[in-house]
């Protein structure tokens, strides 16, 4: 599965973006779909993720802002971000698995396939 992540930019803090992740095969209904952010000096961390049954799950930093959602007629997963902070700004990264355990769907090493990236900045 290639993934394609497109959606980032400049925005100010509390504006919104909307970012999209498109898979080349088909990945919805068999797998997980998640979004991982890292700022520059930071670690990778977990945002949201698609479970296969549909489930979404959220870092307590983005609840209540952000929202995922996924179209599988286009296998293409989206995440809207509302009241953007500075510090959400990173490199948002999507990812895919086929073989991840729920226990599991917040690390980054169990994923298998990584889109390139996208870029979001944030002016304060």
Same mark, same amino acid.
């Given at each position: 599965?290639?993934?394609?992540?497109?959606?980032?930019?400049?925005?100010?803090?509390? *504006?919104?973006?909307?970012?999209?992740?498109?898979?080349?095969?088909?990945?919805?209904?068999? *797998?997980?779909?998640?979004?991982?952010?890292?700022?520059?000096?930071?670690?990778?961390?977990?945002? /949201?993720?698609?479970?296969?049954?549909?489930?979404?799950? %959220?870092?307590?930093?983005?609840? *209540?802002?952000?929202?995922?959602?996924?179209?599988?007629?286009?296998?293409?997963?989206?995440?809207?971000?509302?009241?953007?902070?500075?510090?959400?700004?990173?490199? %948002? %990264?999507?990812?895919?698995? /086929?073989?991840?355990?729920?226990?599991?769907?917040?690390?980054?090493?169990?994923?298998?396939?990584?889109?390139?990236?996208?870029?979001?900045?944030?002016?304060?």
């Amino acid at each position: 599965v290639q993934l394609q992540a497109s959606g980032g930019g400049l925005v100010q803090a509390g *504006g919104s973006l909307k970012l999209s992740c498109s898979a080349s095969g088909r990945i919805f209904g068999n *797998g997980v779909m998640a979004w991982f952010r890292q700022a520059p000096g930071k670690e990778r961390e977990f945002v /949201t993720a698609i479970w296969r049954s549909g489930a979404i799950f %959220y870092a307590d930093s983005v609840k *209540g802002r952000f929202t995922t959602s996924r179209d599988t007629s286009k296998n293409t997963m989206y995440l809207q971000m509302n009241s953007l902070k500075p510090e959400d700004a990173a490199v %948002y %990264y999507c990812a895919a698995s /086929t073989s991840i355990i729920l226990s599991r769907v917040r690390e980054g090493v169990g994923y298998n396939n990584w889109g390139q990236g996208t870029l979001v900045t944030v002016s304060s």
